[in-house]
T-cell receptor, first 113, second 109 residues
Framework: EAQVTQNPRYLITVTGKKLTVTCSQN?????MSWYRQDPGLGLRQIYY???????DKGDVPEGYKVSRKEKRNFPLILESPSPNQTSLYFC????????????FGEGSRLTVL | QKEVEQNSGPLSVPEGAIASLNCTYS??????FFWYRQYSGKSPELIMS????GDKEDGRFTAQLNKASQYVSLLIRDSQPSDSATYLC?????????FGPGTRLSVLP
């Protein structure tokens, strides 16, 4: 089954404790992206990657890091989480930068205390 | 700044009626437009994509695109309570899919 898989789905952590949210897709998509969704603010892009070893900032990159060492994986790293990073996070992928729909993972709900 | 605007709603329609959702976008550069449906706490799922001016129909859904007016709409015919959700308009600018804030639709039995 074609899918984007995120883990963990739910996480409660404390300020400053580094965490990684993993994202993996099995569709051989070149393009992958991370979004956060907050009430009243909609979906906002954090980082995106157009292919292996090619990543770039989206609209709200502060406090986040990403890497793309393999085509299928695109982890989101919070080096020192803060309460304002409490949010619902979605990983998404599509074939290439210029083609196709975005396929979303199921989401990861993160709470930073 | 590339922006996508939608009325946040809520838009309430009775069961069986037509729901009309609208979206405008700021940048003429895009060629690809999408409507996603999102239930509370769930991930967005694609309903329709549209790439050229005019109408595109798929079952009870019709998407309409007018690039000159920078306007995209979604019509839902014979609305059902299960259609109650937030509908997101999205514009593909290549490296960035920009989403509107979403319109919350409520279909009343």
């Amino acid at each position: 089954e074609a899918q984007v898989t995120q883990n963990p789905r739910y996480l409660i952590t404390v300020t400053g404790k580094k965490l990684t949210v993993t994202c993996s897709q099995n569709m051989n998509h070149e393009y992958m992206s991370w979004y956060r969704q907050d009430p009243g603010l909609g979906l906002r892009q954090i980082y995106y990657s157009m292919n292996v070893e090619v990543t770039d900032k989206g609209d709200v990159p502060e406090g986040y890091k990403v890497s793309r060492k393999e085509k299928r994986n695109f982890p989101l790293i919070l080096e020192s989480p803060s309460p304002n990073q409490t949010s619902l996070y979605f990983c998404a992928s599509k074939w290439t930068r210029d083609t196709g729909e975005l396929f979303f993972g199921e989401g990861s709900r993160l709470t930073v205390l | 700044q590339k922006e996508v605007e939608q009325n946040s709603g809520p838009l309430s329609v009775p069961e069986g009626a037509i729901a009309s959702l609208n979206c405008t976008y700021s940048d003429r550069g895009s060629q690809s437009f999408f409507w996603y449906r999102q239930y509370s706490g769930k991930s967005p799922e694609l309903i329709m994509s549209i790439y050229s001016n005019g109408d595109k129909e798929d079952g009870r859904f019709t998407a309409q695109l007018n690039k000159a007016s920078q306007y995209v709409s979604l019509l839902i015919r014979d609305s059902q309570p299960s259609d109650s959700a937030t509908y997101l308009c999205a514009v593909d600018y290549g490296q960035n899919f920009v989403f509107g804030p979403g319109t919350r639709l409520s279909v009343l039995p």
